[in-house]
């Protein structure tokens, strides 16, 4: 399954920005997709998950309250709506998508291109 994450770029603290993840393969419908995030010079860290179907999303620590993970099968897109969003979001984010999912990126099989999201003013 390819992934192309996209949808970055740079917005003031407060503002939203809605990334998304999308796969050309059918079977990225049949998948589990978590969104993790890496900042210079830090560990890769778990943002949200959502189960294939869409019924099920899960959040991280640092971002739970303020972003919502949701998808289209019929798309074959996965979003990430992030929102009160603040300079430590900075970061590379990375959509990635498996049989399962896991809070450890590690564990993930598929991943794409990542885009930069940059907060500041």
């Known amino acids: 399954v390819q992934l192309q994450a996209f949808g970055g770029g740079l917005v003031q603290p407060g503002g939203s920005l809605r990334l998304s993840c999308t796969a050309s393969?059918?079977?990225?419908?049949?998948?589990?997709v978590a969104w993790f995030r890496q900042a210079p010079g830090k560990e890769r860290e778990f943002v949200a998950a959502?189960?294939?179907?869409?019924?099920?999303?899960w959040y991280g620590d640092s971002t739970e309250g303020r972003v919502t993970c949701s998808r289209d099968n019929d798309l074959n897109t996965v979003w990430l709506q992030m929102n009160d969003l603040r300079p430590e979001d900075t970061a590379v984010y990375y959509c990635?998508?498996?049989?399962?999912?896991?809070?450890?990126?590690?564990?993930?099989?598929?991943w794409g291109k990542g885009t930069q999201v940059t907060v500041s003013s």
């Open positions: 393969e059918r079977t990225f419908s049949n998948c589990d």
């Open positions: 990635t998508a498996g049989y399962g999912w896991s809070r450890d990126a590690n564990m993930m099989h598929y």
């Open positions: 959502i189960s294939w179907g869409g019924g099920t999303t």
